[in-house]
């Protein structure tokens, strides 16, 4: 099973600011990752997949990069509505697998 | 826009048993892979099966395989999850998801979730 190690697990920033989420994998999974956003009580959305591409109406704030076995999600500057959790989620090879999280709160 | 909505959750007891369904509606349900997610209480998300367009082939989480069975209805639109030997540790919110096309295996739209609670 490929495992997904999310970091930091909370990251406290104020708006405006910029968000670096890391995802690491343990084997190399290309470029085979996703990055979700969870709000208290809602069901995920779909941000990134295959690691850089945006997914419909997702604003160009967010990016992703990286490839192998390092990823990265950018929040280029933080708005309010940008408060959640992140999970990334590999498809490399079968089980599917989530990081553990990363909550972005309020500083 | 794309619609899922989940049902059939609720508390049951250890061993129990129980079907969740989930109806997808405004888009074409016959040529997408779907596939469940849960969500223990304060946890992370944990994929739990995946089922091809055409019902051809299913795969599973370890820790349900044996146990569970995804099936779909493609005349109803609508998918099933059939959870036997429940145990504690499936208390959770079953999300069903629509898979990207290609299929990718990411997921791009959601329901809501229903809640299983396993206790006695």
């Known amino acids: 099973e490929i495992v997904l190690t999310q970091s930091p697990a909370t990251l406290s920033l104020s708006p405006g600011e910029r968000a670096t989420l890391s995802c690491r994998a343990s084997q190399t999974i290309y470029n085979y990752l996703a990055w979700y956003q969870q709000k208290l009580g809602q069901a995920p959305r779909l941000l990134i997949y295959d690691t850089s591409k945006r997914a419909t109406g997702i604003p160009a704030r967010f990016s992703g990069s990286g490839a192998g076995t390092d990823f990265t999600l950018t929040i280029s500057s933080l708005e309010p509505e940008d408060f959640a959790f992140y999970y990334c989620q590999q498809r490399r090879d079968w089980p599917i697998t989530f990081g553990g999280g990363t909550k972005v709160e309020i500083k | 826009d794309v619609h899922l909505l989940e049902s059939g959750g609720g508390l049951v007891q250890p061993g129990g048993s129980l079907r969740l369904s989930c109806a997808a509606s405004?888009?074409?349900?016959?040529?997408?892979?779907m596939s469940w997610v849960r969500q223990a209480p304060g946890k992370g998300l944990e994929w739990v099966s995946s089922?091809?367009?055409?019902?051809?082939?299913?795969f599973y989480a370890d820790s349900v395989k044996g146990r569970f069975t995804f099936s779909r209805d493609n005349s109803k639109n609508t998918l099933y999850l059939q959870l036997n030997s429940l145990r504690a540790e499936d208390t959770a919110i079953y999300y069903c998801?629509?898979?990207?096309?290609?299929?990718?295996?990411?997921?791009?739209?959601w329901g809501q979730g229903t809640l299983v609670t396993v206790s006695s």
């Open positions: 089922l091809t367009a055409g019902g051809e082939n299913t």
């Open positions: 405004n888009f074409n349900f016959r040529t997408y892979a």
């Open positions: 998801g629509r898979v990207m096309f290609g299929p990718t295996y990411y997921f791009d739209s």
